[in-house]
């Protein structure tokens, strides 16, 4: 049992607890892991956010830095996101802003950027001091009708200012973007999927609500990387979906040409988070260590068009039997773990969800979000009706109510006759 010392150093500062060390590394660990699950980590599964990415999206929605406003810089950006709701580090808050801009890393970038902010070649950004940022036009769509009511609010970290527990997104975000993270003892993975695949899943479910995964995954066959590249394992994905765990292997896009002297093999589109410089210096090692041959050149010809990289062929060489080989021992053919993981009942328990079960958990969202909208909207109309109907009423007896006023000593005693008279 703890015990209690009181402390005698003359400032009456309080006491001492002496307790079991293990006692006390238990329950100090607990609060620290969930601390990092709900916190941290892990992303709500109604608006697919974590609290780091909510606060910056609703910084800058608080700030006008909307899709259509001018750019502001991203140090700019970071000071309100720290000051007014995440104190934590400037770097992590800056971080999360960077990979919000990469079209590379996002399927649907949440935020636009101008300036460096990376490259699929593993660049870093440039300081937030460098570059600007401001909403993109589907972020908005997260944030919409967030002034009517239509989510619950909470005390920032200083009890100063108010922060949205979760936005009223009208899109899937949570399998939109997909995310990743690393609590204790349990991580998520979740793959970017397309927009108009998801938005017409969410249909379906809501037409039809008994509709199984096999039914959804008709519609929603697989991910949609922001690199592109070549699902090769779709029976696998169908397994991932149905019990939210599962793989997905991803081949890079490679076409052979045929060249002058012999062919060439092109690369156009890589796997989900391949370093593309990363991976051509693989391909030089394999070439000089003679583990791969047959390649007589190797040149990457990337420009803002797109990626293209070139690997030239000798003349006696396989085109097809290189290009099984460079899926075998480089990143052209890489790995996507899935592990749906999200926090349910209000952004508390974490769990491992299904594709029906995260759809159905945005649409059930959605509902609450409309259902509350509607009656703010209602509230606010009836208001309006309310003081119309006093209006009509004094048009109506015009010089009783003027007399009225004229007897009135002060506008109080005016208040309590009118409502006295006319009520």
Avoid: C, W
Avoid at 95 to 115: C, H, K
Avoid at 320 to 328: D, I, P
Wanted: no cysteine; proline share 4%.
């Amino acid at each position: 049992m703890a015990k209690s010392e009181e402390l005698d150093n003359g400032n009456n500062i309080g006491k001492v607890e002496i307790r079991i060390l293990e006692q006390e590394m238990q329950e100090s660990y607990l609060d620290y892991a969930m601390s990092v699950i709900i916190s941290r980590a892990l992303p709500d599964a109604r608006d697919g956010l974590k609290p780091v990415h909510r606060r910056v999206l609703f910084a800058m929605n608080e700030t006008g830095l909307r899709h259509a406003a001018k750019f502001r810089k991203s140090a700019y950006v970071v000071g309100e996101v720290l000051g007014k709701y995440h104190p934590h580090g400037d770097m992590a808050v800056y971080d999360t802003i960077v990979r919000l801009a990469q079209n590379f890393s996002m399927r649907y970038p949440l935020v636009q950027g101008q300036g460096n902010f990376g490259s699929v070649d593993g660049d870093s950004a440039a300081a937030p001091r460098y570059t600007e940022a401001r909403m993109s036009a589907i972020a908005e769509e997260l944030l919409a009708d967030i002034d009517k009511n239509t989510v619950d609010f909470m005390d920032n970290y200083d009890g100063t200012r108010k922060e949205p527990k979760v936005l009223p997104t009208k899109v899937p975000q949570l399998l939109l973007n997909g995310t990743m993270g690393i609590a204790v003892g349990m991580a998520t993975s979740i793959p970017p999927h397309n927009l108009g695949e998801l938005m017409e899943a969410v249909a379906l479910l809501i037409d039809k609500p008994e509709a199984d995964v096999e039914e959804l995954i008709q519609i929603v066959p697989g991910p949609d990387f922001p690199t592109g590249g070549i699902v090769y394992n779709p029976e696998e994905i169908k397994e991932a979906y149905v019990t939210g765990k599962g793989r997905v292997v991803m081949r890079a896009v490679a076409e052979i040409e045929e060249a002058k002297k012999g062919y060439r093999i092109v690369i156009t589109e890589i796997p989900y988070q391949v370093n593309k410089s990363d991976l051509v210096s693989r391909i030089a090692e394999l070439v000089k260590t003679k583990k791969i041959v047959g390649i007589s050149d190797l040149r990457d010809e990337s420009d803002k068009d797109g990626m293209r990289i070139v690997v030239e062929l000798k003349p006696d060489s396989y085109p097809k039997k290189v290009l099984n080989q460079l899926y075998k021992l480089t990143a052209m053919q890489s790995t996507f773990h899935i592990n749906l993981l999200a926090l349910v009942d209000n952004g508390l328990q974490p769990e491992v969800l299904n594709l029906k079960k995260s759809l159905e958990l945005f649409i059930t969202h959605r509902q609450e979000v409309v259902t509350r909208r509607t009656q703010f909207e209602l509230n606010k109309t009836e208001d309006r009706a309310h003081i119309l109907e006093g209006l009509k009423i004094a048009l109506d007896n015009l010089d009783a109510v003027i007399s009225t006023i004229r007897k009135s000593d002060t506008k109080e005693i005016a208040h309590v006759n009118l409502v006295k008279q006319f009520k």
